[in-house]
């Protein structure tokens, strides 16, 4: 059973550096992890890349033949890499040990995971494979200045859980950027009352019921928590590594080392 970690979120998320600040502690703590390019316009990289999608397709030669847009073209560089899973991706993945840990670290684009079913394709192709997935949203915290953007965020979140119906973890990025915590905070486990109150002070007297819904769909249902991301400090992202191993059983199929002692 092999393991993977499927790194999502808006673009200027945080997706590269968190990938990268993964592998520095799963380094520091003898720990191997396998990091995926699967952007075809990423370019350069802070960390080493086990598998790049760039081997398969490339958006720059895309463009330059096709003539499409940055967008049209990784699309179709997405959809090219969906027609190929069960060539060039599987035998890419039999290169990996059955237990080896996986992180996909993804383009930004929304509509990838939140209506085209690109990587959700991917997603039951790994599970075919016989691995574990969560996925990993990153929402930059620098976004999140009002509720309204933050109703949004959640609201971009819920539909990439609906899309890909796998294990969800919530990551809060950026944290060591900003300034006045508190501010953040409040939307970390928010109360519906207080969400409702500040929807219905920022947008107009038609738009109540939405905000009702709204807020009681992030409240009664709880599907939609984040958990901070503060890359300064070791204890939050091993926190949220334990999370996320957690969802994916990691480790839990491993055999017991057994050591022996000296008499004495």
């Avoid at 939140?114 to 976004?143: A, G, I, R």
């Avoid at 519906?192 to 929807?199: G, N």
């Avoid at 109540?208 to 409240?219: E, F, Q, R, S, T």
Wanted: glycine fraction near 4%; include cysteine; proline fraction near 4%.
């Amino acid at each position: 059973m092999g393991y993977a970690q499927l790194v999502i979120g808006p673009a200027g998320s945080g997706k590269s550096t968190y990938c990268s600040r993964l592998h520095q502690h799963c380094e520091a703590i003898g720990r191997r992890v396998d990091i995926i390019n699967l952007d075809p316009a990423a370019d350069n990289f802070d960390y080493p890349v086990s598998l790049d999608i760039r081997e398969l397709i490339s958006l720059d030669d895309v463009m330059e033949e096709l003539g499409l847009g940055p967008n049209g073209a990784l699309i179709y560089c997405m959809e090219h890499l969906e027609q190929n899973l069960d060539e060039w991706l599987s035998e890419e993945l039999d290169n990996f040990l059955e237990d080896d840990y996986l992180v996909f670290d993804c383009p930004g684009q929304i509509e990838l995971f939140s209506h085209v079913p690109v990587l959700k394709n991917f997603t039951e192709h790994l599970k075919q494979k016989d691995f574990n997935v969560c996925v990993v949203y990153l929402l930059d915290s620098q976004f999140i200045t009002d509720v309204t953007k933050y109703i949004s965020g959640c609201m971009s979140s819920l539909s990439a859980m609906v899309q890909l119906e796998l294990p969800h973890i919530n990551i809060m990025s950026k944290m060591d950027l900003v300034q006045n915590k508190k501010d953040i905070e409040d939307y970390l486990n928010p109360e519906a009352k207080v969400l409702l109150s500040e929807l219905n002070k920022n947008m107009a007297p038609k738009f109540a019921k939405l905000n009702k819904a709204l807020a009681d769909l992030v409240d009664e249902f709880s599907m939609v928590n984040f958990i901070p991301l503060d890359l300064r400090k070791e204890s939050s992202i091993r926190f949220i590594l334990s999370n996320i191993d957690n969802c994916i059983q990691y480790g839990e199929n491993a055999d017991v080392k057994v050591k022996d002692f000296d008499s004495d």
